[in-house]
């Protein structure tokens, strides 16, 4: 059974960090590229940033580029994303999944979604 659990979302104010992590269980992680994805209130679920499955290589939405960083420990089965210089517009829940059709930001995912961990940014 497929498990993805995100976690280290909260509540910071504009210009803070915070580090994301997404567990994943029940399939062969390391062998997956893998995304994360955010969801606003009101607008659609959009891919943020994407690392291959050995991590050499990493794509961003021009949106997060040059202040998030996404990065995998393939011994634990865990992909991390650093969100630095954090704005109100990168409030949102954050998911993790695995891309429909290999290296890619666009199009559905392999998995169930998991519940997601609410990033607020805020003053």
């Known amino acids: 059974q497929v498990q993805l659990v995100e976690s280290g979302g909260g509540l910071v104010q504009p210009g803070g960090s915070l580090r994301l992590s997404c567990a994943a269980s029940?399939?062969?992680?390391?062998?997956?590229?893998m995304s994360w994805y955010r969801q606003a209130p009101g607008k659609e679920r959009e891919s943020v940033a994407i690392i291959s499955s050995g991590g050499g290589m990493t794509t961003y939405a021009d949106s997060v580029k040059g202040r998030f960083t996404v990065s995998r420990d393939n011994a634990k089965n865990t992909v991390y994303l650093q969100m630095n210089s954090l704005k109100p517009e990168d409030t949102a829940v954050y998911y993790c999944n695995v891309p429909r059709g290999g290296y890619t930001m666009r199009g559905s995912v392999v998995y169930g979604w998991g519940k997601g961990t609410l990033v607020t940014v805020s003053s």
């Open positions: 029940g399939f062969t992680f390391s062998s997956y590229v």
